[in-house]
């Protein structure tokens, strides 16, 4: 099963504007990460944030958590037309199911 | 640096047939983890492997197993192939303490 949930499933948004996309999670994690796809291919780590930290920023990335909610946020501000890709969050659980378990990903079209 | 490689790229199987993938990780990397993905879907967890033994399991039948040999890289096997099986199957290297995957670009396996 899948921990993560995005939302929403697709974003469709004009170059230059800034792109939002949330997830949401259902148990316990040591941390959260954002990850992008490509055509189907490899993913590609973007920025991961703690359990115990409430936002991080990695150029134009900007991601929160809020715990008590069990959400988190990726902000991309400023897209381009190469940000068009497959965005995925995973969250990697405590003890014994320290796994990284993936979202079923959100579709980010970023139009010229 | 090469990063984590992945062979075959593409596979075309039928069902009850057997294959093997093949995973190098990425160098200096001692742990490998393998993902199938399926169309439209986020990467689901298959296991993990670190010193040459399965550390962790996802809700996978015994049809999947694996291996990792003393140099670090791995195999997955998947017997008595079903069409379900048909997916994009990702490793990812990680150093063991380390939350970050680095991904390969997968195989892409269809079984007919």
């Known amino acids: 099963s899948q921990q993560g949930e995005e939302d929403p499933q697709a974003l469709s948004i004009q170059e230059g504007e800034n792109a939002t996309m949330n997830c949401s999670y259902k148990t316990s994690i040591n941390n959260l990460q954002w990850y992008r796809q490509n055509s189907g291919r490899g993913l590609v780590h973007l920025i991961l944030i703690r359990s115990n930290e409430r936002e991080k920023h990695s150029g134009r990335l900007r991601v929160t958590l809020d715990t008590s909610k069990k959400s988190s946020s990726l902000l991309i501000t400023a897209s381009r037309a190469a940000d068009t890709a497959s965005y995925f969050c995973?969250?990697?659980?405590?003890?014994?199911?320290?796994?990284?378990?993936f979202g079923k990903g959100i579709t980010l079209s970023v139009r010229p | 640096d090469a990063g984590v490689t992945q062979s075959p790229t593409h596979l075309i199987k039928t069902r009850g047939q057997q294959v093997t993938l093949r995973c190098s990780p990425k160098?200096?990397?001692?742990?490998v983890s393998w993902y199938q993905q399926a169309l439209g879907q986020g990467p689901q967890f298959i296991f993990q492997y670190y010193e040459e033994e399965e550390r962790q399991r996802g809700n996978f039948p015994d049809r999947f197993s694996g291996h990792q040999f003393p140099n670090y890289s791995s195999e997955l096997n998947v017997n008595a192939l079903l069409l379900g099986d048909s997916a994009l199957y990702l490793c990812a290297s990680s150093l063991q303490g380390s939350e970050k995957l680095f991904f390969g670009s997968g195989t892409q396996l269809s079984v007919l």
């Open positions: 160098s200096g990397h001692d742990t």
């Open positions: 995973a969250t990697e659980g405590t003890g014994a199911n320290s796994k990284l378990t």
